[in-house]
């Protein structure tokens, strides 16, 4: 019999490993930009540790284990170890092992999947423990339900501003793929239950609002995958039903009506009917509720090929955990860069397995695809069980029915770590299962009977306990270098806020050596240096000073993004524009360091063409055009529709006096990039800069036609009507930007003066006229255009 003290820590072990996989799922930190896998990743981790942590001191005050005899633990135990083994050969050990912020490919993230699916073994043998994980599941889809309701109807952000920073359109899943996967989910729970489940009139009741919910929120999402997935187990549990029933009246002497599964058809019609009218209704919902779904992800063949290029560098550990997006940038098809995904960085593959395939190596692969095997059929033998009695053994079929979705999910496509963690946790809780039902045999060892097992057993446990200790520190230092992190993320422009954003990565770094810290803190660094040379309230001595202690502290945080993930482009890039930053105020060897820099980037992502264009921008720094050109020129043959180089192209020769020469360069990228406002904007400037007010009307107009806030193209628009005599479509155009911003001064003179600005006051720069050479124009805008994104091809 258990005593106190060993009852009170698996009940602590228990109820932080329940509280925190049941409150992930609806987890966030308000009024703070922390993403979701951050905050979720933070969660489970923490009570995940502490919950093996609690365990292991019940069993050391037991002195006993009692383990299943089944190899699939084995074969669960050896998928962290391969991803640890792997880490060590990995290009960057630090990204590896734990990655920046909670990311599921790191050898850490897996080595919590194995921990949880351990001890769901070890914490569900009991019905009791069942229902309160099952009940606890539905009780969170029912909070996530009501918020998601509310957010869509109403908006939390009315109710209280600010407080979804870190949540993408309210979502408290993360992205809305994932979204609709865990509401696919969910709605068969609810399906299975109501269907195998003689439930009171509101248990009922909740089981139906909760289906139907979800069939509404798959519905709004509306992706193909997910009604496939649910169409299929739909199927499957329909027919289930009845084999099931006609079995039973097999087996009785009076045979009992039955019960049609109305409900399971009818969700299988709904989801044939969204698979096979997809567009058309999501083209009706969408003008009642649009919610934007941005998730993209790699095709099969272009995972594929990273897969082969991986498999050619280490065959058996991959590239390294937690590293496919270096390996997208490495290794990404030229064809990529003739589409709008060019400059997009993939962390995972066509699916979350593929991308362990890529990272891990055939040996990481295997061990996964071995364990889902084997647990399979581990799945099929307790199916084999529940036949006999699907009510009392409900726990088998629903358990083994996330744990299937789940796996399918992950096999298939990019679920985030909630799904992940579902996976695991419902693999173990069915072999906890089959432990209570007494079909898994257990081996029970009882390690204080002999002083030499108990000598290492107990030694081994307090490894593991300091172990634990040690992860829970990791973790705790990581999410709290996260916190600082976001808040030193636009801050402004000014040295106070530039100092501010300072000090907050500058803790961020002391308790997390990231690259990404070190990058952005090297920009903070820039934009101080960017302001004290243009202060002139400051003596020569002083900025001289302030300078040279700004300039060391950016050169040592960029180097620092490169010592810390060699292998990483983006660290080359930035560091190649910190010391172009510095070569118009003439620091030593600052040209040759971007230059190398930048060469380096290159062959760490060698059909990226933006590291090119900043090359040729570092070479019209160094007075060097023909050189700027000939780089160009290799940036517009990887990629033929890059305006941003064909813009550059226009700003070389306006340089050199040539400006015909620069609208030629504008209007071939008008050419290429019909659907482009900002293109057509920039041609807008050099022809008003060329006093052609004809072709700048036309030009403007166009930008507006494409993009309705692109309120600077209407300013520029309106100046080009007065150039050409057109007052009143002037008037027309300043009314409506005194619409939207109804506090700016000189739009209130223009309307009152009937559409006539004054051009010769000074007037705030725009933010949108990047690689426009304008040296009239480009500095006459008084509008900030916050509403207008600058869309690269």
């Not at 409150?23 to 933070?42: D, Q, R």
């Not at 199927?235 to 079995?247: G, L, M, P, R, T």
């Not at 399971?264 to 509720?289: E, P």
Request: charged share 15%.
């Amino acid at each position: 019999m258990e005593s106190k003290t060993v009852r009170l820590f698996n009940k602590l072990s228990f109820w932080s490993f329940l509280i925190s996989i049941l409150v992930s799922l609806f987890f966030f930190i308000p009024y703070l930009p922390i993403t979701l896998e951050a905050s979720k990743g933070f969660l489970i981790s923490i009570g995940t540790i502490l919950s093996l942590f609690f365990w292991l001191i019940a069993r050391l005050g037991e002195g006993k284990f009692v383990i299943p005899k089944d190899r699939l633990i084995l074969f669960a135990g050896a998928i962290p170890f391969i991803f640890l083994i792997s880490s060590f050969f990995s290009s960057s050990l630090y990204i590896s092992l734990f990655g920046s912020g909670f990311e599921i490919g790191t050898f850490g993230s897996i080595l919590i999947m194995f921990i949880l699916f351990f001890l769901s073994i070890e914490h569900f043998q009991t019905e009791k423990r069942l229902w309160q994980l099952i009940g606890g599941i539905f009780i969170s889809v029912f909070v996530i339900s009501i918020f998601e309701l509310v957010n869509i109807f109403i908006g939390f952000e009315k109710i209280f501003p600010g407080i979804l920073k870190g949540i993408s359109f309210g979502n408290l899943v993360g992205t809305w793929s994932n979204f609709a996967l865990l509401f696919g989910l969910f709605a068969l729970l609810s399906l299975f239950t109501l269907e195998f489940l003689k439930l009171k009139k509101i248990y009922k009741f909740f089981q139906y609002f909760l289906l139907v919910v979800s069939v509404f929120f798959l519905i709004i999402v509306n992706i193909p995958f997910v009604w496939l997935l649910v169409g299929i187990f739909s199927v499957i549990i329909f027919v289930y039903n009845i084999s099931f029933q006609s079995a039973n009246n097999l087996k009785t002497e009076e045979p009992k009506k039955i019960k049609f599964p109305f409900v399971a058809l009818v969700l299988i019609l709904i989801s044939i009917t969204f698979l096979l009218g997809n567009n058309l209704f999501g083209k009706l919902v969408s003008q009642y509720i649009n919610i934007p779904s941005t998730d993209i992800r790699p095709s099969f063949i272009t995972t594929s090929h990273i897969a082969y290029k991986s498999f050619l560098h280490n065959p058996v550990l991959g590239t390294g955990p937690n590293t496919f997006i270096q390996d997208w940038s490495l290794w990404q098809p030229k064809e990529i860069a003739q589409t709008v995904y060019w400059s997009t960085s993939f962390d995972s593959g066509f699916s979350l397995l593929y991308t362990f395939g890529v990272t891990a190596g055939s040996l990481g692969l295997l061990a996964i695809i071995w364990f889902i095997i084997v647990y399979f059929f581990r799945g099929i033998q307790s199916i084999k069980i529940a036949i006999k009695n699907p009510v009392s053994n409900y726990f088998i079929i629903i358990t083994f029915l996330i744990s299937l979705y789940s796996w399918i999910s992950i096999i298939l496509f990019n679920p985030n770590i909630i799904l992940l963690m579902l996976a695991f946790i419902s693999s173990g809780v069915l072999i906890g299962i089959l432990v209570y039902k007494k079909v898994m045999p257990v081996s029970e060892i009882n390690f204080l009977s002999d002083p030499r097992i108990s000598f290492f057993s107990i030694l081994g446990m307090m490894m593991l306990m300091i172990v634990s200790v040690g992860l829970i520190y990791i973790y705790i230092e990581k999410f709290t270098s996260i916190i600082y992190f976001s808040r030193s993320v636009n801050t402004g422009d000014t040295m106070e806020l530039l100092n501010k954003s300072e000090v907050m990565l500058k803790n961020a770094v002391s308790l997390d050596k990231n690259d990404n810290y070190y990058r952005n803190l090297s920009q903070v660094y820039v934009a101080e240096i960017n302001l004290i040379s243009q202060d002139k309230t400051l003596s020569e001595e002083v900025i001289k000073s302030n300078l040279q202690q700004l300039i060391n502290s950016a050169q040592d945080s960029a180097s620092s993004a490169v010592l810390q993930n060699p292998k990483n482009y983006s660290n080359y890039v930035n560091l190649g524009d910190v010391y172009s930053a510095l070569v118009p105020l003439q620091v030593a060897n600052s040209y040759e360091g971007a230059s190398l820099a930048y060469t380096k980037a290159m062959e760490l992502a060698p059909n990226n063409p933006s590291i090119l264009l900043s090359k040729a921008s570092l070479e019209i720094l160094n007075k060097n055009n023909d050189g700027a050109r000939d780089l160009i020129k290799q940036a517009l043959n990887i990629k033929q529709n890059y305006t941003d180089a064909i813009f550059l192209l226009a700003q070389i020769e306006s340089m050199e006096g040539n400006l015909s020469g620069a609208i030629k360069q504008a209007e071939y990228a008008s050419q290429v990039s019909p659907y482009d406002s900002t293109v057509f904007f920039r041609l807008g400037l050099l022809r008003y800069n060329n006093k052609d007010y004809s072709g700048a009307v036309s030009a403007f107009e166009q930008a507006v036609i494409l993009n309705q806030n692109y309120l600077n193209a209407r300013y520029f628009l309106a100046l080009s009507y007065q150039k050409v005599g057109r007052s009143s479509d002037a008037l027309t155009q300043f009314k409506i930007l005194s619409q939207v911003l109804p506090e700016n001064e000189e739009l209130k003179k223009a309307v009152s003066s009937g559409g006539v600005m004054t051009e010769e006051k000074p007037i705030e720069e725009s933010s949108d006229n990047s690689n426009v050479s304008s040296k009239d124009a480009s500095n006459k805008s008084p509008i900030k255009d916050t509403k207008n994104t600058d869309k690269k091809n």
